[in-house]
């Protein structure tokens, strides 16, 4: 398989030594910086050495766009203009609006893999950077079924669990749990910061050492490259203020709390988080076995991208997939795998709801 990355930074990087690895592919790369391809070279990340993006796609049959989010539209374009008509095109960016014109070409997928390093750059890329990662996946309407599915299990054999979501929502949940994440280090390191610098006492406690692991947890992620988080928080600030606001209530309330000083409203207050967050855990699962459910579609562009966001909207994900065409291609069969009896029986509903014909399951 010929897989063409453009940009060949930490995921880029990443993506090409799994895919060299275990996917067999020869890898071509693509960089704005002569400097980051020759390290992508001599680390492994890449085979080949492109000077342009029109070179580095030209064979490919998948493409991962993974350059900073503000130049993720060009590029993906740039790729799309230049790529075969059988070419799978995806992105690797942290928010999917920006990328919301490219739905109308068949060959395009967006793409977000749930993975990263606090380091930057092709030298801190690895293998098995995506082993168990989520790789959230925004197919469209016109999606290619075909080219949806060389995608996903191009995906799977590099270690990670492809799961459609719709564009929309993934960048609200990004948002939520990305980030404003990001913001609050950044706000919390800075209140932080004030008070060292308004009073003299106060520096002396934090030189003793005063930022504990609660302190260090909660900015850990304060001051990330700005280079790639300025570019995520304006393409996302529309979900990101209002996510802002919302903790800003939040905020409002406990202060609020504190003010009427009753312990057992504040009691109550910390005990629903406590239930709040394990409800959280518990809605991402333990993995179970998998189990085949076949489907059968007729054959016209978009088919499987329903099928995927219907049973990704319900949070059943798909385990991995493959599709047989019909002697005469006028239908084929879908073989999905889910994990466990429960998203089975979930699947088959769903799917049976779409009208589609689930033949064994």
């Known amino acids: 398989m010929n897989v063409a990355i453009l940009g060949v930074g930490l995921i880029g990087g990443s993506i090409g030594l799994a895919a060299r690895a275990r996917a067999g592919a020869q890898v071509s790369g693509y960089d704005t910086s002569?400097?980051?391809l020759a390290a992508a070279l001599e680390r492994g990340a890449i085979d080949e050495a492109s000077s342009d993006v029109a070179s580095a796609v030209r064979s490919a049959e998948a493409v991962f766009v993974a350059t900073p989010v503000g130049a993720l539209a060009s590029s993906a374009r740039a790729a799309l203009e230049n790529a075969g008509p059988s070419c799978v095109v995806s992105d690797v960016g942290s928010t999917k609006r920006v990328l919301a014109d490219l739905a109308g070409d068949e060959r395009f997928v967006g793409g977000?893999?749930?993975?990263g390093a606090e380091g930057a750059g092709v030298g801190q890329a690895r293998e098995d950077m995506f082993d168990g990662a989520t790789w959230y996946l925004t197919?469209?309407?016109?999606?290619?079924?075909?080219l949806y599915e060389r995608l996903h299990r191009?995906?799977?054999s590099l270690g990670a669990q492809p799961a459609a979501v719709d564009a929309e929502a993934h960048d609200r949940v990004m948002a939520c749990v990305s980030h404003l994440p990001h913001v609050l280090a950044n706000a919390l390191v800075r209140e932080a910061e004030s008070m060292v610098d308004d009073d003299e006492d106060v520096r002396a406690v934090?030189?003793?050492?005063?930022?504990?692991?609660?302190?260090?947890?909660?900015?850990?992620v304060a001051g990330a490259n700005s280079a790639i988080w300025t570019d995520i928080y304006m393409a996302n600030r529309a979900a990101l203020i209002a996510r802002i606001d919302a903790i800003a209530a939040r905020l409002a309330d406990a202060r609020e709390l504190l003010a009427a000083g009753e312990p057992g409203a504040l009691r109550d207050w910390n005990e629903r988080a406590r239930a709040e967050k394990d409800q959280l855990r518990a809605a991402e699962g333990a993995a179970e076995p998998t189990r085949e459910l076949r489907v059968v579609v007729p054959n016209r562009p978009g088919v499987i991208a329903e099928i995927a966001l219907a049973l990704g909207r319900a949070g059943v994900n798909i385990a991995d997939l493959a599709l047989s065409p019909s002697d005469d291609n006028r239908q084929g069969v879908v073989a999905l795998w889910v994990r466990g009896e429960a998203q089975l029986a979930r699947a088959q509903e769903l799917i049976t709801a779409l009208d589609f014909p689930v033949v064994r399951a």
Do not use: I, Y
């Open 112 to 115: 977000h893999p749930m993975a």
């Open 206 to 220: 934090f030189a003793a050492g005063a930022s504990g692991p609660s302190f260090r947890d909660a900015t850990r």
């Open 154 to 156: 191009l995906l799977v």
């Open 34 to 36: 002569a400097e980051v």
């Open 139 to 146: 197919p469209a309407s016109g999606t290619s079924g075909v």
